[in-house]
């Protein structure tokens, strides 16, 4: 046996001994605990249609301090929307239509935007329409597919060239470089301390990162192909996912373990983005198709099911910092505004 495969042997039995230990702490699931509580029955309702942009949505961010919406288009557009009109108040023109990503500071000031130019670009919107500047991070070798902001002088952004980088944005310059990740990095969301932040990536694994350290905390299994999204749980104890293999898993990040999984059906299709209520009791699930699925993420069940478009793949969906209104963008070209 050569020295290789002694190592493989030796890491198989590694992670059989791992499963083992975690097991004593998953005695039971989520759904088990709490089979007595009450069943959702209330759906949501579109609200509002936002019109203006005439290509595929690929991204869409909340501002946290002023619950404006970006929006990132194929068809080259940036736009700041005032959602509470359905009007725009910022409108960029991108260097490169290939968007996939965007991000709004919590401040309001600047915008991310980052796609196949392999170039995260940021613009300061504060001084309204007609006076954005803008200033680009390039460092990347593949594609931006998420970015979030840390504050208005740190971002990071993760690639499709397997790494996440954070950035000093004044300095223009990589702070730190996040390697472990087997394959491109399709997603990241930071943990409100600041100190700690997940991804998720085509290798079917989510880690947790330590910022300051640079290292893998924690890494989390249980998708069988890639993990298209990652939300953190509002008490930040916990994060979901959404997977190519048509569900979401709700991880624990003190056990390493998976405490549910939620799928319409066995045959769901793929999972393209997802985010928790305010609360946390909800989980919502765009799909690969026009539908977006709404989880109660105590029993498991999907009590509603929202149409976004005919024919319209779900690219994003997040819900607002006050957790009224859960906002989704896809193939049709609008941004649809949905609540109770």
């Known amino acids: 046996m050569s020295s290789i495969e002694e190592l493989e042997a030796e890491a198989a039995i590694l992670i059989s001994k791992i499963k ?149 944005i004044e300095r223009q310059e990589v702070v730190t470089k996040f390697l472990g990740h087997e394959g491109s990095v399709e997603c990241l969301d930071i943990f409100s301390d600041n100190k700690t932040f997940i991804s998720g990536g085509i290798d079917a694994t989510a880690k947790l990162w330590d910022i300051n350290s640079g290292t893998v905390v924690r890494e989390f299994r249980g998708h069988e192909r890639d993990i298209n999204d990652v939300t953190v749980f509002p008490n930040n104890q916990g994060f979901s996912t959404a997977s190519d293999d048509g569900s979401c898993n709700l991880f624990d990040v003190r056990t390493d373990v998976s405490l549910a999984k939620y799928n319409v059906y066995q045959t769901s299709p793929p999972l393209t983005s997802c985010d928790f209520s305010k609360s946390g009791r909800l989980l919502f699930a765009g799909a690969h198709t026009s539908h977006i699925f709404a989880f109660d993420t105590l029993s498991g069940n999907c009590f509603a099911t929202l149409q976004h478009g005919e024919g319209a793949n779900v690219t994003c969906l997040t819900v607002s910092p006050d957790g009224y209104v859960l906002a989704s963008s896809g193939w049709s070209e609008v941004i649809k505004l949905w609540g109770p």
């Open 20 to 168: 083992e230990v975690q097991k004593q702490y998953q005695d039971k699931s989520v759904f088990e605990v709490s089979d007595e509580v009450g069943l959702i029955g209330k759906g949501l309702r579109c609200r509002r249609v936002m019109k203006g942009h005439i290509n595929k949505v690929y991204a869409i961010a909340w501002c946290k301090s002023t619950g404006f919406l970006v929006s990132a288009s194929q068809d080259g557009k940036l736009f700041v929307w005032k959602t509470i009109k359905g009007t725009k108040t910022v409108a960029v023109d991108l260097e490169s239509q290939w968007v996939m990503s965007c991000a709004y500071s919590d401040s309001g000031k600047l915008v991310a935007s980052g796609g196949l130019d392999n170039i995260c670009t940021l613009h300061n919107v504060s001084g309204g329409q007609g006076n954005v500047s803008q200033l680009t991070l390039d460092e990347h070798s593949g594609f931006i597919s998420s970015s979030k902001f840390i504050d208005d002088n740190y971002i990071l952004t993760s690639s499709g060239d397997s790494t996440v980088l954070l950035w000093d």
